[in-house]
């Protein structure tokens, strides 16, 4: 649950910021008869990734166990790229996102209707699709209740919550330091996305080395455990891993760790131009 609540909470942020900004943006510029056309993007690209989670849950659950295993897999793989690219790419541009949007925005005033509608979907679609997938991803080890549903659903609510609190001025929370939080929480889940994804693949057949263990602490890390639980929930941590498993985690984690955390480097100042010598 925590997984997907996290998940939930940080690209239902994302997509709650990216609406506020378009509504505030045609609110402040008197054109409020175009928000129907923004909700209507919205709603199109709401749609569309509950749509696609259904797809991956139906393909998943109609595939031999071994055709199963690789499209988890490729799922787990897949998702690793997109929410690696997403911690980096949210790092960078959070602070010019809103100047974006509206630019986009303006272009579309011009070009018409439609072009609203188009802009609201696009700057939604890519959020939910990657929820979408994201959780499919996350919620691979866990059992069949309801706890991840509720947790991504709450997470979405949460983000509903803070968007609507920042639009009306009622909250002011520090969005930098929240997106490098909730990006260093991110890249912990990721690299237990990727390690469930070699997993899948070991299962499979296509990797080998499934029995080959890394380390045995079930004798410390108790499974039934409400900590064991959490931490297999969360960042697929298991008293049982493969080599291959352990290498593959500690593999991506230390190296995107130590990227996000570096310090974002200091555009160099421009010299200031020399003024003209007088004619001698």
């Known amino acids: 649950m925590l997984a997907s609540y996290l998940i939930g909470l940080r690209e239902g942020l994302e997509a709650t910021l990216v609406v506020s900004i378009l509504v505030a943006f045609l609110v402040k510029s008197d054109r409020r008869e175009r928000l129907p056309m923004v909700w209507a993007g919205v709603g199109v690209a709401v749609l569309l990734s509950i749509g696609f989670g259904a797809l991956l849950t139906f393909t998943a ?24 690219f997403m911690v980096f790419w949210m790092r960078t541009a959070a602070r010019k996102m809103s100047g974006e949007l509206r630019e986009k925005m303006g272009t ?34 866990a059992t069949s209740s309801a706890s991840p549903l509720i947790g991504i659903s709450l997470g979405l609510l949460t983000a509903v919550a803070l968007g609507w609190g920042l639009y009306r001025s009622a909250l002011r929370i520090n969005l930098t330091k929240f997106f490098t939080w909730t990006g260093l929480l ?12 070699v997993h899948d693949l070991q299962e499979s057949g296509l990797v080998p080395g499934l029995n080959t263990y890394a380390f045995d602490i079930s004798g410390v890390l108790d499974p039934s455990a409400w900590y064991s639980t959490l931490l297999s929930g969360m960042f697929n941590i298991t008293p049982q891993p493969s080599v291959l498993e352990a290498v593959a985690w500690a593999a991506y984690l230390i190296p995107v760790l130590i ?20 004619a001698s």
């Open 108 to 141: 579309a005033l011009e070009l018409g209707g439609t072009a609203v509608v188009v802009v609201a979907f696009l700057s939604v679609a890519r959020e939910g699709l990657e929820t979408a997938l994201l959780w499919f991803a996350a919620v691979q080890g």
């Open 61 to 84: 659950a109609h595939l031999a166990t071994q055709q199963q295993e690789m499209f988890d897999a490729v799922t787990s793989l897949a998702a690793t790229v997109f929410v690696t």
């Open 186 to 197: 991110l890249v912990l889940v990721a690299a237990g996305i990727f390690k469930y994804g």
């Open 259 to 278: 990227l996000f955390l570096r310090p974002p480097a200091k555009t160099p100042a421009r010299p200031a131009p020399k003024s003209p010598q007088p």
